[in-house]
Nanobody
Framework: QVQLVESGGGLVQAGGSLRLSCTAS????????LNWYRQAPGKQRELVAA???????NYADSVKGRFTISRDNAKNILYLQMNSLKPQDTAVYYC??????????WGQGTQVTVSS
């Protein structure tokens, strides 16, 4: 089992920045990929950014150049640095871990609200 706990969400004005954190515990060694997803009201959950064990990263086109995903392996923390935030970034952001056996684990989510 893997447990994920997000923090760092909040209310910010357009153009501002936030950093989300996701602390992982449990069977960390089984994790292959760590991801950030988001879900806006009335919309499907979408993948925002991903990072694998080799620290290769991928981003949704909508956040490229503005968001940065990173991981601190010593502390078992996943980060999402979000800059130049836009109102359309408003959503609940979820941390996700995928194991080598392709089992998915989810955090409880953290709300990000960007005001115009």
């Amino acid at each position: 089992q893997v447990q994920l706990v997000e923090s760092g969400g909040g209310l910010v004005q357009a153009g501002g920045s936030l950093r989300l954190s996701c602390t992982a515990s449990g069977m960390i060694f089984t994790i292959q990929t760590l991801n950030w997803y988001r879900q806006a009201p009335g919309k499907q959950r979408e993948l925002v950014a991903a990072i694998d064990r080799g620290s290769d990263t991928n981003y949704a086109d909508s956040v490229k150049g503005r968001f940065t995903i990173s991981r601190d392996n010593a502390k078992n923390i996943l980060y999402l640095q979000m800059n130049s935030l836009k109102p359309q970034d408003t959503a609940v952001y979820y941390c996700n871990a995928v194991s080598f056996s392709e089992r998915n684990y989810w955090g409880q989510g953290t709300q990000v609200t960007v005001s115009s």
